[in-house]
């Protein structure tokens, strides 16, 4: 048996092949960044003639083509968490950098790690990431947009003023549209109308996009609308970040995904736990945007929140113990989504590409 590791670059892939038993270090090839590449790495495996998985350092906007290419071609591929390779150099007994180093490294990093994620071929979710993603920037562009028109609006006449968070408003832009055309002409004005313009086409993007997310999501999973709370972005992000739920063995494990469960830090007879800040953090805010709302349009959540305080707790705790209650209602949910449509796991030899 043995561990493929890959150091991928964007124009080109280091591969190195490590004896799982031993974790020496047996050939190496490095290939460039396109199909034809991914065919050679094949034939470079196959040319070991042994049992094999690959294994790829997680930074999928380098390494998502050759992962679906060894998908596809009936591989098993394995992610390496980059923070596995933080110190990998360093506690190395020989010196120096190269892809060779770096590909060796993270193959030994997969020995060393024998539950790290199977990597999947991306299903819907990918396409909503995306499209979330996009919407994300679009929102801090039409943010920092608008605080430069404002300041240049109190310029221009300190008479108009804007509500706050107004800006996203159509009827609002119009009206302020309207305000502008009645001062004198001169290069602020103009300014202040391009910036007027571009708000104004960002907004209608944003809500282009969030109309776009709307059916994506109620077709991919439309169960997660009907709990208090969760509106169509909220749902989008559960689903981009958390892709195929049965990735997850148990609730508790996506708890720890999302940066919801405590950590254990005890040490002696001190058994004590400590606030969890590592995890998804999209995901942990998504969750705690839904927490907030439910407290307050929800009376049961409201109810555990009392009860919480009750017991001694602070507000923040009760909330944490909220969201971490969510993750047990999302992961029966999820499951049961995945279990409906029946998306099978791209690992088996020839699986089709979803992408």
């Given at each position: 048996?043995?561990?493929?590791?890959?150091?991928?670059?964007m124009?080109s892939?280091?591969?190195?092949?490590?004896?799982?038993?031993?974790?020496?270090?047996?050939?190496?090839?490095?290939?460039?960044?396109?199909?034809?590449?991914?065919?050679?790495?094949?034939?470079?495996?196959?040319?070991?003639?042994?049992?094999?998985?690959?294994?790829?350092?997680?930074?999928?906007?380098?390494?998502?083509?050759?992962?679906?290419?060894?998908?596809?071609?009936?591989?098993?591929?394995?992610?390496?968490?980059?923070?596995?390779?933080?110190?990998?150099?360093?506690?190395a007994?020989?010196?120096?950098?190269?892809?060779?180093?770096?590909?060796?490294?993270?193959?030994?990093?997969?020995?060393?790690?024998?539950?790290?994620?199977?990597?999947?071929?991306?299903?819907?979710?990918?396409?909503?990431?995306?499209?979330?993603?996009?919407?994300?920037?679009?929102?801090v562009?039409?943010?920092?947009?608008?605080?430069?028109?404002?300041?240049?609006?109190?310029?221009?006449?300190?008479?108009?003023?804007?509500?706050?968070?107004s800006?996203?408003?159509?009827?609002?832009?119009?009206?302020?549209?309207?305000?502008?055309?009645?001062?004198?002409?001169?290069?602020?004005?103009?300014?202040?109308?391009?910036?007027?313009?571009?708000?104004?086409?960002?907004?209608?993007?944003?809500?282009?996009?969030?109309?776009?997310?709307?059916?994506?999501?109620?077709?991919?999973?439309?169960?997660?609308?009907?709990?208090?709370?969760?509106?169509?972005?909220?749902?989008?992000?559960?689903?981009?970040?958390?892709?195929?739920?049965?990735?997850?063995?148990?609730?508790?494990?996506?708890?720890?995904y999302?940066g919801?469960?405590?950590?254990?830090?005890?040490?002696?007879?001190?058994?004590r736990?400590?606030?969890?800040?590592?995890?998804?953090?999209?995901?942990?805010?998504?969750?705690?945007?839904?927490?907030?709302?439910?407290?307050?349009?929800?009376?049961?959540?409201?109810?555990?929140?009392?009860?919480?305080?009750?017991?001694?707790?602070?507000?923040?705790?009760?909330?944490?113990?909220?969201?971490?209650?969510?993750?047990?209602?999302?992961?029966?949910?999820?499951?049961?989504?995945?279990?409906?449509?029946a998306?099978?796991?791209?690992?088996?030899?020839?699986?089709?590409?979803?992408?």
């Amino acid at each position: 048996m043995i561990v493929i590791g890959i150091d991928a670059h964007m124009r080109s892939h280091t591969a190195v092949a490590v004896d799982a038993g031993t974790g020496r270090q047996l050939a190496e090839r490095s290939v460039a960044a396109d199909e034809d590449g991914c065919c050679d790495l094949l034939a470079f495996a196959d040319g070991l003639e042994v049992e094999r998985e690959w294994a790829i350092e997680d930074c999928r906007s380098l390494s998502r083509h050759l992962e679906a290419a060894l998908l596809r071609s009936g591989e098993r591929v394995r992610r390496v968490p980059p923070k596995l390779m933080s110190g990998a150099r360093k506690s190395a007994r020989t010196f120096g950098k190269s892809d060779a180093i770096d590909a060796a490294a993270v193959a030994r990093a997969a020995l060393r790690e024998p539950d790290l994620p199977v990597a999947q071929l991306a299903g819907p979710e990918r396409e909503i990431a995306l499209l979330l993603d996009h919407r994300a920037n679009l929102v801090v562009e039409r943010t920092r947009t608008q605080a430069r028109m404002r300041w240049l609006l109190f310029e221009l006449d300190p008479s108009i003023e804007l509500a706050r968070r107004s800006c996203g408003n159509l009827r609002v832009l119009e009206r302020l549209k309207r305000q502008l055309a009645k001062q004198p002409p001169g290069i602020l004005l103009r300014v202040c109308r391009e910036l007027l313009a571009r708000v104004t086409q960002l907004t209608k993007q944003i809500r282009a996009l969030e109309r776009d997310l709307r059916p994506m999501v109620r077709r991919h999973a439309g169960p997660l609308l009907a709990l208090p709370g969760i509106g169509i972005l909220n749902a989008a992000r559960i689903l981009a970040n958390v892709a195929d739920v049965r990735r997850f063995s148990s609730e508790a494990k996506l708890a720890l995904y999302a940066g919801v469960a405590p950590l254990d830090a005890s040490s002696g007879r001190q058994q004590r736990h400590r606030l969890n800040r590592s995890g998804n953090r999209q995901l942990n805010s998504a969750l705690h945007m839904i927490a907030l709302t439910q407290v307050r349009i929800y009376a049961p959540a409201r109810d555990y929140v009392a009860r919480r305080r009750e017991e001694g707790k602070t507000g923040k705790e009760a909330i944490r113990a909220l969201k971490r209650h969510l993750i047990r209602t999302l992961y029966r949910l999820l499951n049961t989504v995945a279990n409906r449509t029946a998306i099978p796991i791209n690992t088996a030899p020839n699986a089709p590409c979803v992408t």
